[in-house]
């Protein structure tokens, strides 16, 4: 019996986004068009591929089958089309990056602008959000996190110098109050707390202390989920913030923010790009990694080193 591919590949994007609506999104169809293939194919084949709800669609033992059979199939389908384009005289295809909405301002835009411009026909596709995504299943060709908390199977690559921490407070507010000369005195302080996404508890601010850590859980009027609030919020005087340094830099420069407690502040690990180390890199991706990439000299990453977990 003749089988529709087009059939088969809308059954297991929706199989693995476990949505209609966003694997209609991805594959550029209508909803309606997608769920009327799927009925087709299930109607077809004479068994219920999938289980429908009003919050999810998931497979049934059949559907979870045969998108086993023929999933990776099509993944290996659309990864030798993409290495098909070392014959054209200019790399092309699509790379899908999931970060952080900070360093995808902060790093990729201002490294990949260049790439994107020579390169018209390569396309970058990034989803940014705070939690932590899985790159395989959620077929990312790769992710961007801090250096210590990447898996150690996957191929990590700097993209970044190394880190600090900054705490910091406006000088209205060290006008009012003392100026922390610890960071357990940080308890007697107004401080900016921040809710972590993936965890949904409260960062507990770390530093180090003769090459240990120290961790103090703080308090204060105002929390928020994202950084440049927190930024607004120390500028305004309302309390002390602790943030990678970057996202006060030009602040603490012109005088309008105060960093102190920085001996208990040391580098560590920065953002790397991973990917799994199975993945065959096409013309396309092998590029973003070259534009990306930066040389350290430094201690490989998975030696604990201290970071800022979410």
Same mark, same amino acid.
């Given at each position: 019996?003749?089988?529709?591919?087009?059939?088969?590949?809308?059954?297991?994007?929706v199989a693995r986004e476990g949505s209609?609506?966003?694997?209609?999104?991805?594959?550029?169809?209508?909803?309606?068009? $997608?769920?009327?293939?799927?009925?087709?194919?299930?109607?077809?084949?004479?068994?219920?591929?999938?289980?429908?709800t009003t919050r999810s669609v998931s497979?049934?033992?059949?559907?979870? &089958?045969?998108?086993?059979?023929? @999933?990776?199939?099509?993944?290996?389908?659309?990864?030798?089309?993409?290495? $098909?384009?070392?014959?054209? +005289?200019? #790399?092309?295809?699509?790379?899908?990056?999931?970060?952080?909405?900070?360093?995808?301002?902060?790093?990729?835009?201002?490294? $990949?602008? #260049?790439?994107?411009?020579?390169?018209?026909?390569?396309?970058?596709?990034?989803?940014?959000?705070?939690?932590?995504?899985?790159?395989?299943?959620?077929?990312?060709?790769?992710?961007?996190?801090?250096?210590?908390?990447? +898996?150690?199977?996957?191929?990590?690559?700097?993209?970044?110098?190394?880190?600090?921490?900054?705490?910091?407070?406006?000088?209205?507010?060290?006008?009012?109050?003392?100026?922390?000369?610890?960071?357990?005195?940080?308890?007697?302080?107004?401080?900016?707390?921040?809710?972590?996404?993936?965890?949904? @508890?409260?960062?507990?601010?770390?530093?180090?202390?003769?090459?240990?850590?120290?961790?103090?859980?703080?308090? @204060?009027?105002?929390?928020?989920?994202?950084?440049?609030?927190?930024?607004?919020?120390?500028?305004?005087?309302?309390?002390?913030?602790?943030?990678?340094?970057?996202?006060?830099?030009?602040?603490?420069?012109?005088?309008?923010?105060?960093?102190?407690?920085?001996?208990?502040?040391? #580098?560590?690990?920065?953002?790397?790009?991973?990917?799994?180390?199975?993945?065959?890199?096409?013309?396309?991706?092998?590029?973003?990694?070259?534009?990306? &990439?930066?040389?350290?000299?430094?201690?490989?990453?998975?030696?604990?080193?201290?970071?800022?977990?979410?």
């Amino acid at each position: 019996m003749k089988r529709n591919l087009n059939d088969l590949l809308y059954f297991v994007t929706v199989a693995r986004e476990g949505s209609f609506t966003r694997a209609a999104a991805h594959l550029g169809v209508t909803q309606p068009a $997608l769920s009327q293939a799927i009925s087709a194919l299930e109607e077809r084949m004479q068994i219920r591929l999938l289980t429908r709800t009003t919050r999810s669609v998931s497979p049934t033992t059949a559907g979870e &089958r045969l998108l086993q059979a023929i @999933g990776n199939r099509f993944d290996e389908i659309e990864a030798e089309l993409e290495l $098909l384009t070392e014959l054209r +005289d200019k #790399p092309a295809g699509t790379v899908r990056i999931t970060c952080g909405p900070d360093v995808l301002r902060t790093t990729l835009l201002p490294k $990949l602008t #260049p790439l994107l411009r020579e390169y018209p026909d390569i396309h970058i596709e990034f989803d940014a959000n705070h939690g932590f995504r899985d790159i395989v299943a959620d077929r990312f060709d790769a992710g961007v996190r801090l250096g210590d908390t990447i +898996d150690k199977d996957m191929i990590a690559i700097p993209i970044g110098p190394e880190l600090r921490m900054a705490a910091v407070a406006s000088p209205d507010y060290f006008a009012r109050y003392p100026i922390p000369q610890t960071p357990h005195e940080l308890t007697q302080h107004c401080c900016i707390n921040q809710r972590m996404v993936r965890s949904g @508890g409260l960062y507990v601010w770390d530093f180090d202390q003769d090459g240990g850590d120290l961790n103090v859980r703080v308090s @204060g009027q105002l929390t928020f989920n994202t950084t440049e609030h927190i930024v607004y919020a120390a500028l305004a005087g309302l309390g002390i913030a602790f943030l990678p340094e970057e996202e006060f830099g030009s602040h603490i420069e012109a005088g309008r923010l105060v960093r102190v407690l920085e001996p208990w502040c040391q #580098p560590f690990p920065g953002y790397y790009l991973y990917y799994p180390s199975r993945k065959q890199p096409s013309p396309a991706f092998s590029l973003v990694v070259d534009a990306l &990439r930066v040389q350290r000299k430094r201690k490989p990453v998975n030696q604990g080193q201290k970071g800022r977990k979410a």
